[in-house]
């Protein structure tokens, strides 16, 4: 069955460093792939999302990679803050109507 | 834009009672997916609405259902409530089915059955 995961469950990184979240998925027919951030208390809130037909789509302070090949992609956050620091996931869309497929979760600590 | 809104915020209920939950999408948005997020087992899908009608279901028993309304306001009901129903439920507003893969989630409505 389709899965996703995550490599790492925790990243600290020190304010202003670059974090870079990854994500592997097992479904080579997955469409699209959206990143969230959620933080305590709160649902997920869309970061960015990419199409299966891209590698590379790059929004304000935010990146993200696909491989279709290895069957990963990647979150990369630039000049990272205090208040990027929370629960990031990432989610596998297209091979069912409406349904997405969410990774464990990486929890992202950003140290002043 | 208004976001997605979910009602209540908060319930506690006892095991074998029912509960209703509440989603308004996003305006424009016909898709509406609920998902159930606990520690253990992270965001699982229950089930999508599309123009009224259910496209898509996940491994959750009957006990879940849901329903969608023309103006593409959503609930989802669970039935005879058991202590494992706690948890953080979720609905996600898209336009998936109009051209675009955005999906966006309420606050969730946190669940607690005692």
């Known amino acids: 069955g389709e899965s996703v995961g995550l490599h790492l469950p925790t990243l600290s990184v020190q304010e202003g460093d670059n974090s870079i979240i990854n994500c592997a998925y097992s479904n080579s027919a997955s469409d699209y792939f959206i990143w969230y951030k959620q933080e305590s208390g709160k649902g997920p809130q869309f970061i960015i999302d990419?199409?299966?037909?891209?590698d590379k789509r790059q929004g304000q302070r935010v990146t993200v990679l696909l491989n279709k090949t290895v069957k990963h992609l990647s979150l990369q956050i630039a000049a990272t803050q205090p208040g990027d620091s929370a629960v990031y996931f990432c989610?596998?869309?297209?091979?069912?109507?409406?349904?997405?497929?969410f990774g464990q979760g990486t929890i992202l600590t950003v140290h002043p | 834009k208004a976001g997605v809104t979910q009602t209540p915020r908060y319930l506690i209920k006892t095991r074998g009672q029912q509960v209703t939950l509440s989603c308004s999408p996003i305006?424009?948005?016909?898709?509406v997916s609920w998902y159930q997020q606990t520690p253990g087992q992270g965001l699982q899908f229950l089930f999508e609405y599309f123009s009224e009608t259910q496209r898509n279901k996940g491994n959750f028993p009957g006990r879940f259902s849901g329903r969608q309304f023309s103006n593409s306001r959503s609930e989802m009901n669970v039935s005879t409530l058991e202590l494992g129903d706690s948890a953080l439920y979720l609905c996600?507003?898209?336009?998936?089915?109009?051209?675009?893969?955005?999906?966006?989630f309420g606050q969730g409505t946190r669940l607690t059955v005692v």
């Open positions: 990419i199409r299966s037909n891209m």
């Open positions: 989610a596998v869309g297209g091979t069912s109507y409406g349904k997405l497929t």
């Open positions: 305006s424009g948005h016909r898709s």
């Open positions: 996600a507003s898209s336009s998936h089915g109009q051209g675009s893969t955005e999906a966006f």
